[in-house]
Structures are given as C-alpha cells and as structure tokens.
C-alpha cells in the first residue's frame, strides 16, 4: 500500500478537478495578497479533498501569496507527508491544518494574521462584536474564540487544542495570534475573510474616535447573519470578479 499511495496521489492531484481546486486556492491566496491580508511568506490556506478527506491541498512553504500558481500547491496527508507537488511544506500549517480538518470537520481552511482581525485578538474581549457593523452581523452566533496563546504550533496536541476550541464555528479569533476562518466552499470562505477583516478595520476604526459605540440588538444582528447566509451568491459573484480582476 505505501508503494501505491505516491501513484495514486499523482494520478488524483492530475484529475481536472482538483486541478480547478488549486487554481481556486491559489487565487484566493492572491486575492488575499492584493487584499493586504497576508503576512510575508507566512500564514496558510487549505481545501480538503473530496475523494479523500484526510488528504488536504496546501500553499507551499516559501512563496509569497501574490505570486503562488496553481501548479504551486501541494497535496499533503494528515500526518504531513507530502504526496504531489514540487515544493516543501511549513510545519505550523500542518499541524493547525490536518486538526481542523480532521477534528473541526471543515472543507475549506484559510488562516491568516490580518491586521484588523489580530489586532482586536490583543484585546480584552479577544474578539469582533457581531453587534456593531452590517459586515460584522453576518458572523453572528458563528465565531469563536481562544484565548489560550501557547506560541508557535509546532506540535500536533496544539493543532488539536485549537481545533477543539472552534467548537464548531466558521471562524476563531486566535487569541495574541490571529484567526481562522472556515467555509464549505473556497469562494465563500474567502468571501467570509474579506467581510471579516473589512468588519474588524471598522469596529477598530469606531474605537479609536474614543466615542460610545451603538450595537444593536442581539436579535436583529442574528436576523441579519440568517439573511446573509441565506444565498451565497454574491459570494460566488465576488471570488469570480476576482478572478477577472488578480487573474
């Protein structure tokens, strides 16, 4: 069986549709470069494979987001062995990675140190308040938080911790660290980390004028997620633009 697996993982990492699935994730990660939300050669964006779930297509180790292609993505397992693709792979994306993949469940895992997004992870509530802003009520009742900061994940137990902390949410503020944020999709997901950070430069923005800040009810913000959640077609609408607009 292991002299099969590296076979069989080319012939899967060939299909047409994972290579439509690379082409996405490498858009996304240029996306997100032209968006300003990475960070150097940092940071890690993930599609679980739907033939394989355990298996994961992952950005290499070592190229910027503006300039990763889709025959640069790498087919890794859950234990981090690379089985196609040409480049190495960064230890701190797996183990976060393979976890959330495996323990939280999701398809799509995109993990970055936005700056609005880490900067509200320096504060007291950790987290953006899903009562502020139009763009924040659409992450109401789907984020959580952690706040327990035990440094670099370079082990799989603190992969684990993190993905048990998710506790089933779409996105988690990373407490002194940044956040996660998971969808069905790579269009919706990167949809949901555009809002995301779009949400927090505003709650951020809001704080420094040092005026009261105007929530409103719990119940209208949720009626507002319901309504966006609702259709992700201007989801899909968006992540297509940026394919015409990053290429």
């Known amino acids: 069986m292991k002299n099969e697996l590296p076979l069989q993982a080319q012939e899967l990492f060939h299909d047409p ?3 439509a699935l690379r082409s996405d994730l490498a858009l996304a990660l240029r996306a997100a470069a032209h968006h300003g939300l990475g960070e150097g050669v940092c940071n890690h964006f993930s599609i679980a494979m739907p033939q394989h ?3 994961f297509l992952l950005n290499p180790r070592g190229l910027h987001w503006s300039e990763v292609q889709g025959h640069d993505i790498v087919l890794v397992d859950a234990q981090g062995q690379r089985l196609a693709g040409a480049h190495p792979v960064e230890p701190t994306a797996l183990f976060i990675h393979a976890a959330v993949h495996r323990i939280a469940g999701k398809s799509c895992v995109l993990h970055t140190h936005m700056p609005y997004a880490t900067a509200l992870t320096l504060t007291d509530l950790r987290a953006l308040d899903t009562t502020l802003s139009q763009n924040a009520m659409r992450f109401h009742g789907r984020v959580a938080v952690d706040a327990q900061y035990n440094g ?3 082990d ?3 992969g684990e911790r993190i993905a048990r902390a998710m506790q089933g949410a779409d996105v988690v503020f990373l407490g002194n660290h940044g956040v996660i944020v998971c969808g069905e999709r790579i ?3 990167y949809d949901d980390l555009y809002y995301l950070e779009r949400a927090c430069m505003h709650q951020v923005l809001a704080q420094s004028t040092g005026r009261p800040l105007q929530p409103v009810q719990p119940e209208l913000a949720a009626r507002v997620a319901a309504q966006t959640m609702g259709e992700r077609l201007q ?5 297509a633009s940026l394919r015409r607009m990053v290429g």
């Open 187 to 189: 269009a919706w997901a």
């Open 235 to 239: 989801s899909d609408l968006f992540f």
């Open 17 to 19: 549709a994972v290579r």
């Open 156 to 158: 799989g137990a603190e």
């Open 152 to 154: 670099l994940a370079l």
């Open 53 to 55: 779930p355990e298996w």
